[in-house]
């Protein structure tokens, strides 16, 4: 019990680390979500046998190849993935438990999402992915307000907490952009207007481009080259969509699942 405190105040740190770099600068270093793989690492030493700990180490590392590494891609990706699978398979039957196939399962669901554009930022797959090993399952600290419930605290698992969380609380930047829009006499809840110029210099995708002199809408996107085309079409100002830096709810949001447990389960009806 004691061992999981240093464990999560080394969590919560390096996501308030890591919020401060994107809220800055939307850039982030790896080192952040390489020392919370090792944290992961250690907190399975700290709480489970050698040989199962050794085991679903060597499936992280396998992991964090493939997300660290440049050089794994195409086939050489495909098979460090299915080793990594593999090791965390074979935990999770030493020991007839669920916390590996949870980490695993949590990394192709992310994995997935990024490829889609489901998660625009690759730090925050990272951050989503080497939390899942720190907290595969809710530690026992975290039943201070919110306690998990079981099986169901396998799927509504902390990374998949922090995720709807984190979702939860970027939505309230539509009351900023419902603001910005109002005093411009409009209706919108995703985009604003904005000067060309100063879009340029700030943390947003444009939603508009020009094309053949004409205002197109388009899905946000990380064209730059749409601010030219619509300056020299004539037009002053641009549609633009905020860049929501997405590690700062995904902060807050780890706080309080570590230290007081989850709201999902009472969101999904689950009750202990």
Request: net charge neutral; charged share 10%.
């Amino acid at each position: 019990m004691y061992a999981q405190i240093p464990v999560a105040v080394a969590a919560i740190l390096i996501m308030v680390s890591a919020a401060a770099f994107d809220v800055r600068s939307r850039e982030v270093p790896d080192s952040h979500w390489t020392v919370m793989a090792v944290l992961g690492m250690v907190n399975l030493f700290l709480n489970h046998g050698v040989l199962y700990s050794a085991v679903c180490s060597s499936g992280y590392i396998l992991i964090c190849a493939y997300m660290f590494s440049e050089k794994v891609t195409g086939v050489r990706a495909r098979i460090v993935l299915s080793a990594a699978a593999c090791l965390l398979i074979s935990a999770s039957v030493m020991v007839s438990g669920y916390a590996a196939v949870v980490t695993l399962s949590m990394t192709a669901v992310i994995l997935l999402m990024y490829h889609s554009g489901l998660i625009r930022g690759g730090a925050d797959a990272k951050a989503l992915i080497t939390i899942s090993m720190v907290y595969p399952v809710y530690p026992e600290l975290c039943s201070t307000f919110w306690f998990p419930v079981y099986p169901a605290g396998y799927i509504l698992n902390p990374v998949f907490s922090i995720l709807l969380m984190s979702l939860l609380l970027s939505s309230l930047v539509i009351i900023d952009i419902l603001y910005r829009n109002a005093k411009r006499g409009k209706l919108g809840l995703s985009s604003y207007p904005m000067g060309i110029e100063d879009a340029r210099h700030s943390f947003v995708w444009p939603t508009e481009d020009a094309v053949d002199g004409e205002k197109v809408r388009m899905r946000a996107s990380e064209d730059t080259g749409a601010y030219d085309r619509m300056e020299a079409s004539g037009y002053g100002e641009i549609m633009v969509m905020p860049m929501i830096p997405f590690l700062l709810p995904m902060a807050v949001a780890l706080s309080v699942v570590v230290l007081f447990g989850s709201p999902v389960f009472i969101l999904f009806g689950f009750s202990s």
